[in-house]
């Protein structure tokens, strides 16, 4: 076993990449996520990377294009507004299909909002924030050492299918100090022979197509990678969830609150069960599908006005009653309002 | 119980979420069962989050006075300085602890009060050698030579807070003796004391038992 490290959630997020052997960092300020920049900052060049402080997100975003057209692994971040304004370089990047990984240490909106943790960019970040048909990946840690562990995965998993993986995480795990768990073992290298590099044949990235028939097929291709996605990508958790009655869903930080009102529901012997997704995209439908096959009832437990809860009732075709138990604002829903939640839902549903 | 190696104002300073704002609250509360008239007083100009103030009600009970800047804890980011923060040096009858922010950024707060502390102060190097950026003595050493740098000042003593939060045992405290022991060496400082969560309940010769006054978030 190797030495655990205490570590601040956005620090974690940093380490992760370098383990994963990004060298390339381009960051701009914004609460809550400035430790991860300032982290890099410190680190890049101890590593011989790049950390560069760009003029504002849109440059972040667009170095980012430039530095994973030429085949390297790169990342930036930022926060809620500052993830608004990233919003075309993604667009692009997917246009492109070039793999990236972008982290939103979300704070609560909309507008400037405030510096509290939040997860109201649940739509944004899975629904597609700029414009086109397209996707990213989505990873939901729940703790420091997840935040260390799907980053370190996101890099690999950005090349393989050539898509930004987007880190959605918010400001109460970012400033969140935990024992971590560093990773070892070998990262699996890609080939990129798509990449502009020099020495090398011309290669052209670009997504400019102005022949209709061109551009649809360009969609259709990268829909058909998407699908592949969606069969082999979904991830979550199951907790007390085998035999549950009253699924409770909830990502991130939600979902560790979740945990003790379940606790608390199972000791009172209500069978109560949380789902957690961490790929908030490929949303894990089978897993919901199949949870609604015992469960009586659904409870969305988010720190936003009700975003998820519109994939947990696609997801079971709205076979069973999904209710929201939220808080927002920069304020975290406590165990007590899920247990009432849970308690309401049994009192109606059995 | 104080350690020796403190002084009328006693300074923390160190490496980012080293636990300096802990291991304040701390002394300042030990400080006050001998002291009449006690202070901590929050220099931090860095990070808007996990300040004193969250310690407000804690501190006032035991009769502790807090200064801390009026736009501390309201999630406003801008660095400002509590406007009484120098009167912990004019009043002589107070016993002050300073609670300074993380890395040189942080301590280019002391800058000001450069002269004051020269007279009667302790400045003490706050380590953790579970910090990754800190986790051997070279670099503690090397992030210690910063922030005297940006703050003016030479430390005077090393308080060793290695810990590992919830997930400490009594084994990774008694590990980091001989990193706090070493850098002692390289910076020629005192190592002070080694404080460890008082739930530990470790005895030895300089480890001294420390609540830790934060709320664990229920998660």
Same mark, same amino acid.
């Given at each position: 076993m190797s030495e655990k490290i205490l570590?601040?959630?956005?620090?974690?997020?940093?380490?992760?990449?370098?383990?994963?052997?990004?060298?390339?960092?381009?960051?701009?300020?914004?609460?809550?996520?400035?430790?991860?920049?300032?982290?890099?900052?410190?680190?890049?060049?101890?590593?011989?990377?790049?950390?560069?402080?760009?003029?504002?997100?849109?440059?972040?975003?667009?170095?980012?294009?430039?530095?994973?057209?030429?085949?390297?692994?790169?990342?930036?971040?930022?926060?809620?507004?500052?993830?608004?304004?990233?919003?075309?370089?993604?667009?692009?990047?997917?246009?492109?299909?070039?793999?990236?990984?972008?982290?939103?240490?979300?704070?609560?909106?909309?507008?400037?909002?405030?510096?509290?943790?939040?997860? *109201?960019?649940?739509?944004?970040?899975?629904? /597609?924030?700029?414009? +086109?048909?397209? @996707?990213? #990946?989505? &990873?939901? !840690?729940?703790?420091?050492?997840?935040?260390?562990?799907?980053?370190?995965?996101?890099?690999?998993?950005?090349?393989?299918?050539?898509?930004?993986?987007?880190?959605?995480?918010?400001?109460?795990?970012?400033?969140?100090?935990?024992p971590?768990?560093?990773?070892?073992?070998?990262?699996?290298?890609?080939?990129?022979?798509?990449?502009?590099?020099?020495?090398?044949?011309?290669?052209?990235?670009?997504?400019?197509?102005?022949?209709?028939?061109?551009?649809?097929?360009?969609?259709?291709?990268?829909?058909?990678?998407?699908?592949?996605?969606?069969?082999?990508?979904?991830?979550?958790?199951?907790?007390?969830?085998?035999?549950?009655?009253?699924?409770?869903?909830?990502?991130?930080?939600?979902?560790?609150?979740?945990?003790? *009102?379940?606790?608390?529901?199972?000791?009172? /012997?209500?069978?109560? +069960?949380?789902? @957690?997704? #961490?790929? &908030?995209? !490929?949303?894990?439908?089978?897993?919901?599908?199949?949870?609604?096959?015992?469960?009586?009832?659904?409870?969305?437990?988010?720190?936003?006005?009700?975003?998820?809860?519109?994939?947990?009732?696609?997801?079971?075709?709205?076979?069973?009653?999904?209710?929201?138990?939220?808080?927002?604002?920069?304020?975290?829903?406590?165990?007590?309002?899920?247990?009432?939640?849970?308690?309401?839902?049994?009192?109606?549903?059995? | 119980?104080?350690?020796?190696?403190?002084?009328?104002?006693?300074?923390?300073?160190?490496?980012?979420?080293?636990?300096?704002?802990?291991?304040?609250?701390?002394?300042?509360?030990?400080?006050?069962?001998?002291?009449?008239?006690?202070?901590?007083?929050?220099?931090?100009?860095?990070?808007?989050?996990?300040?004193?103030?969250?310690?407000?009600?804690?501190?006032?009970?035991?009769?502790?006075?807090?200064?801390?800047?009026?736009?501390?804890?309201?999630?406003?980011?801008?660095?400002?300085?509590?406007?009484?923060?120098?009167?912990?040096?004019?009043?002589?009858?107070?016993?002050?602890?300073?609670?300074?922010?993380?890395?040189?950024?942080?301590?280019?707060?002391?800058?000001?009060?450069?002269?004051?502390?020269?007279?009667?102060?302790?400045?003490?190097?706050?380590i953790n050698k579970y910090r990754?950026?800190s986790a051997n003595a070279?670099?503690?050493?090397?992030?210690?030579?910063?922030?005297?740098?940006?703050?003016?000042?030479?430390?005077?003593?090393?308080?060793n807070n290695s810990n590992l939060?919830?997930e400490t045992t009594a084994q990774d405290v008694l590990n980091s003796l001989p990193y706090a022991e070493e850098l002692?060496?390289?910076?020629?400082?005192?190592v002070?004391?080694t404080f460890a969560?008082?739930?530990l309940?470790i005895?030895g010769?300089?480890i001294?038992?420390?609540?830790?006054?934060?709320?664990?978030?229920?998660?």
């Amino acid at each position: 076993m190797s030495e655990k490290i205490l570590i601040k959630g956005n620090e974690a997020l940093a380490e992760a990449a370098i383990a994963a052997g990004c060298r390339h960092f381009f960051g701009y300020p914004i609460t809550p996520q400035n430790e991860l920049a300032a982290h890099m900052s410190r680190r890049m060049p101890q590593m011989e990377g790049v950390y560069l402080q760009a003029e504002s997100e849109i440059s972040a975003v667009n170095m980012v294009y430039g530095a994973s057209a030429a085949g390297v692994r790169c990342m930036t971040s930022s926060s809620s507004p500052g993830i608004s304004l990233k919003a075309e370089g993604l667009s692009y990047l997917a246009g492109c299909d070039l793999p990236a990984v972008v982290v939103n240490v979300q704070r609560g909106g909309p507008g400037l909002g405030g510096i509290q943790p939040s997860q *109201a960019d649940y739509f944004q970040a899975t629904k /597609g924030c700029g414009h +086109g048909d397209y @996707r990213m #990946i989505v &990873l939901a !840690p729940n703790s420091v050492q997840e935040m260390y562990d799907h980053t370190y995965a996101s890099f690999a998993l950005a090349d393989k299918y050539r898509m930004t993986v987007m880190i959605l995480t918010d400001g109460l795990l970012g400033q969140m100090m935990e024992p971590v768990e560093v990773a070892g073992g070998e990262q699996t290298v890609f080939d990129k022979p798509w990449a502009v590099a020099q020495g090398k044949d011309k290669q052209v990235v670009n997504s400019l197509f102005l022949k209709p028939d061109a551009l649809e097929k360009s969609n259709l291709d990268r829909f058909a990678k998407y699908r592949r996605v969606e069969d082999d990508e979904q991830r979550y958790e199951g907790y007390q969830l085998d035999d549950a009655d009253i699924v409770v869903a909830a990502y991130g930080a939600s979902s560790r609150i979740a945990r003790n *009102a379940i606790d608390e529901a199972r000791s009172r /012997g209500i069978k109560a +069960g949380l789902l @957690r997704p #961490i790929t &908030l995209w !490929p949303f894990p439908k089978t897993a919901f599908a199949k949870a609604a096959e015992r469960a009586r009832a659904f409870i969305s437990v988010e720190m936003s006005m009700g975003q998820m809860i519109e994939d947990v009732e696609l997801a079971i075709r709205c076979s069973r009653p999904v209710t929201l138990c939220n808080r927002v604002g920069g304020v975290a829903p406590d165990p007590k309002m899920i247990l009432d939640a849970i308690l309401e839902a049994k009192e109606k549903a059995i | 119980m104080l350690p020796d190696g403190m002084s009328r104002v006693t300074v923390l300073a160190g490496h980012y979420g080293s636990g300096k704002t802990t291991v304040a609250t701390h002394l300042a509360l030990e400080l006050r069962k001998t002291r009449e008239r006690v202070t901590l007083c929050d220099l931090d100009i860095v990070n808007p989050y996990f300040r004193s103030i969250d310690n407000r009600e804690l501190l006032e009970k035991a009769g502790v006075r807090l200064i801390s800047s009026p736009l501390a804890g309201t999630s406003v980011e801008s660095p400002g300085f509590p406007p009484d923060a120098a009167s912990v040096f004019d009043d002589t009858d107070v016993a002050a602890v300073i609670d300074v922010g993380g890395d040189d950024r942080g301590a280019l707060a002391l800058g000001r009060y450069s002269e004051h502390l020269k007279k009667d102060a302790a400045i003490l190097l706050v380590i953790n050698k579970y910090r990754p950026l800190s986790a051997n003595a070279k670099d503690a050493a090397a992030l210690c030579r910063e922030i005297e740098s940006a703050g003016k000042f030479r430390f005077t003593g090393i308080v060793n807070n290695s810990n590992l939060a919830r997930e400490t045992t009594a084994q990774d405290v008694l590990n980091s003796l001989p990193y706090a022991e070493e850098l002692g060496k390289t910076l020629r400082l005192p190592v002070i004391a080694t404080f460890a969560a008082d739930w530990l309940e470790i005895t030895g010769e300089n480890i001294r038992p420390m609540n830790i006054y934060k709320k664990w978030v229920t998660l």
